[in-house]
C-alpha cells in the first residue's frame, strides 16, 4: 500500500497542476488525484488499520486490483479522473468499515433487514478530505459508539504488549466489527439484543438502552442458535408444546415407567387429528422413543415451563423468549440451563415495552392469579421491532465495563 501511494503522490509532485486543468476544463474537481496531503493521509490511516481492528491488506489488494487495469500514470494518459474514483472507492471502503464493521456478525438465520443509512459515508468521505481532516473522520466513527471506543482502546493495549495475547486479541477485532454492526442498526430500529456468552439481554429503541436484564440461555449440549427476527407476537399465559427432542429423550421412559406421568404433571397427549388422548389407555408395547406420534402439551399457569409469557419470532431452530418459575436460577453467573430457548428475568417488563401501543389485553391480565385463565392469550406486536441473538465474547456489564466471557459453545 505504502509504494502504490508513492508513486501516485511522486507523480503529481512532478505534475503541472495546470497542465491538469488543461486536460479537460468542464470536469469536477478531483478529490484525491491533484492532493497529495489528502492521499498521505489515507495512506497512513490504512498502514495503521489493524489498529482500529481492520486489515490494511484488504485495501491494498483493491488498489492493486483497479491499477492492474488503469495505469498509474494518471496525468500522462489522461486518467487521471479514472484513478481519482479509485481512490475515492479505496477510501468509500475503508470508512465503510469503521462505520458498519468489515464482516457482518456470524448467524445461523438473517431473517431481518435493518435499516441503516448506507449513503451517509461516501458523502462524509467528501467533505472530510476538503476539509483536509480524514483524521477526524476517523474519531467520529471510533468515539460515536461508546463500545466500539472501549473495544479500541483494550486492543491497543493487548497489541502493545506480548504475543501470549493473540487469542485476545482476535476476540477484540472480532469485537469491534460487530459492534460496529450493531452501533449502525441501533441508530435506527427498535430490538432486543441477547448475547449468548454474557446470557444477558438488553433492548433498545433509536439508539438508546431502554433495559437490560440476565437471561437463561442454552447448555453445551443443547445450545441456542444465533439469528435475526422480527418479533410477531406477545403470548400471555402460554401452553408449552413440549419439543420432540424433550419427549424422545426426557419424557419417554419416564412415561413407560409410570403411566400416569403426563398427568401427574400437568401434559395433555394430543394426536395427530389434534384430540386429546388418553395415555393410560395407550399400548406402551406399541411405541418407542422413536415412535411416539403424540403432542405433549404442558397447561397454563404458574408452573408452567414458559412462566406467564412468550415472545415469539421466526426461528428455524423452534426458539423463542420467555418466563420461566425458576427464578433462582438468575441468581447464577454461569445460565446455560435451557434446551435452547431463552428464559428472562423480568419478562413482564420487555411485554410492556413490546405492547406500549397495544396495553389493554396485558394491563388486564392478572398475574398474580393466572389460574383465572385457562387458555393462552396472543397479542400481535404492531411496532416493528426485532431480536438478534448473536454469540460476543466481549461484552458490557451495567456500568459500562467491559468484559470477556468464556467461549462455552467452543465456536
Not at 449468548?196 to 441456542?224: C, E, F, H
Amino acid at each position: 500500500m505504502r509504494l502504490i501511494f508513492t508513486i501516485i503522490v511522486s507523480i503529481l509532485l512532478l505534475a503541472n497542476t495546470k497542465s491538469i486543468a488543461q486536460l479537460d476544463s468542464n470536469s469536477k474537481p478531483m478529490l484525491f488525484i491533484g492532493h497529495p496531503t489528502r492521499i498521505s493521509t489515507l495512506d497512513s490511516l490504512i498502514n495503521n488499520a489493524s489498529s482500529l481492528a481492520l486489515n490494511s491488506k484488504d485495501y491494498d489488494y483493491q488498489l492493486k486490483q483497479y491499477t492492474a487495469k488503469d495505469s498509474l500514470l494518471p496525468i500522462v494518459n489522461n486518467y487521471q479522473y479514472i484513478n481519482d474514483s479509485i481512490m475515492i472507492s479505496v477510501a468509500n471502503h475503508f470508512f465503510n468499515d469503521l462505520a458498519f464493521g468489515n464482516s457482518v456478525p456470524k448467524l445461523d438465520h438473517n431473517g431481518v433487514k435493518f435499516k441503516m443509512n448506507v449513503n451517509e459515508v461516501p458523502l462524509l468521505v467528501k467533505k472530510y478530505a476538503e476539509k483536509e481532516s480524514l483524521n477526524e473522520l476517523v474519531k467520529y466513527y471510533t468515539k460515536g459508539s461508546k463500545e466500539v471506543s472501549i473495544i479500541l482502546d483494550t486492543l491497543k493495549f493487548y497489541q502493545a504488549i506480548n504475543m501470549v495475547n493473540a487469542d485476545k486479541v482476535k476476540v477484540l477485532q472480532n469485537a469491534a466489527n460487530d459492534f460496529r454492526w450493531l452501533n449502525a442498526i441501533k441508530k435506527s430500529n427498535k430490538f432486543i439484543l441477547v448475547n449468548i456468552p454474557s446470557a444477558q439481554l438488553k433492548a433498545y429503541d433509536s439508539n438508546k438502552l431502554i433495559m437490560s436484564m440476565r437471561v437463561i440461555v442454552g447448555k453445551s449440549s443443547t445450545p441456542t442458535n444465533t439469528l435475526t427476527s422480527q418479533i410477531n407476537r406477545v403470548i400471555l399465559n402460554p401452553y408449552w408444546m413440549v419439543p420432540k427432542s424433550i419427549i424422545k429423550n426426557e419424557m419417554f421412559d419416564k412415561y413407560k415407567a409410570d403411566k400416569d406421568y403426563f398427568f401427574k404433571n400437568g401434559f395433555t397427549l394430543i394426536n395427530a387429528s389434534y384430540k386429546t388422548v388418553d395415555p393410560c389407555n395407550l399400548d406402551i408395547t406399541k411405541y418407542s422413543k422413536d415412535n411416539f406420534p403424540f403432542m405433549v402439551r404442558q397447561g397454563t399457569g404458574l408452573d408452567n415451563s414458559l412462566g406467564l409469557l412468550k415472545i415469539e419470532f421466526e426461528s428455524p431452530s423452534s426458539i423463542y423468549l420467555h418466563d420461566t418459575p425458576q427464578k433462582e436460577l438468575f441468581k447464577n453467573n454461569k445460565r446455560f440451563y435451557s434446551h435452547g430457548c431463552i428464559r428472562m428475568e423480568r419478562p413482564i417488563d420487555i411485554g410492556n415495552w413490546l405492547l406500549q401501543n397495544n396495553r389493554i389485553a396485558i394491563d388486564t391480565f392478572d398475574f398474580k392469579q393466572p389460574s383465572k385463565y385457562t387458555i393462552p392469550r396472543p397479542i400481535p406486536v404492531t411496532i416493528a421491532t426485532q431480536v438478534i441473538i448473536w454469540y460476543s465474547l466481549i461484552d458490557f456489564d451495567n456500568k459500562g465495563a467491559l468484559k470477556f466471557y468464556q467461549n462455552v459453545y467452543k465456536k
